[in-house]
């Protein structure tokens, strides 16, 4: 891009990311995705973004879309409330690994549970990076850093075997550093329709820079698979399988919850919402 022709997406705000950061590959690949979804018919209008708090929330920042800045652990609730209110919306939700499946976990459970029709794209480094690299929940076992400087004792959490068994209807796997596959995931993710979620590897070059163990230990897969299929998949650590793992059908939240009504398009008048008060109160 020249100055005189700024990508339209992103905004002018300083990206304060660490240079080789594995956020600039998940931009990137959202970049495209938004592309390759306007030549299919969604207008970047109708992409509304969520993020939460940490190094991940600042794509939020950077790319020139509506949304809404929530808070840790919480965007979640924010995307499901956008998309009530109008379904028609394509509700893409940022979220960290230690924002999600930390302070976040219950959010996360209870949306996959409802089959909430939103994306969420986590950004998945095992760490904390924005408080300088303590333990978080996806932090391997015997990573050391300020909080653990003998080592991690915990096992990780595995957010694709979570999100299976918590009732997401598509799961998917990719990687920072596989910017095509990543953008092909996401447009698939944000068609789908129902609780879609993608976990992105997302090295940290400052605390814990793992480029070396995904470039060479990572495998392509050929999804979907069935539910077990996918589960035992989930668990296998080496090497480790980027794709589509799971894709199903079931009712979505918005549809259990209001049919075909879209509130923002469907809504009463105000004439009409003053007679409803006025019927209410009989007067």
Known sequence: MTREQPDALLTQAEKTWCPGCGNFGIMNAFRGAIRVLGERGVPREMIVMCAGIGQHAKIFDYMNLSGFYSLHGRSMATAQGIKLANPDLKVVDFVGDGDAMGEGIAHMIFAAKRNADITVVMHNNGIYALTTGQRAPT????????????GNTEEPLNPIALMLEAGATFVARGYSGRIEQLTELM???????GFSFLDVLQ????????YDRYNEGTEEISGPLDFEAALALSRRADPVPL?????GT????????AGERNPVRDHPTRQER??????????
């Open 139 to 150: 932090t391997a076992k015997g990573v050391r850093g300020p909080s653990t400087p003998r």
């Open 203 to 210: 090295p940290c070059v400052t605390f814990n820079d793992t």
């Open 243 to 247: 794709g589509l793992f799971y894709r």
């Open 274 to 283: 003053l007679e409803a008060v006025i019927r209410l109160i009989g007067a």
């Open 250 to 257: 079931r009712e979505t939240q918005e549809r259990a919850v």
């Open 187 to 193: 447009v698939s993710a944000i068609e789908h329709e």
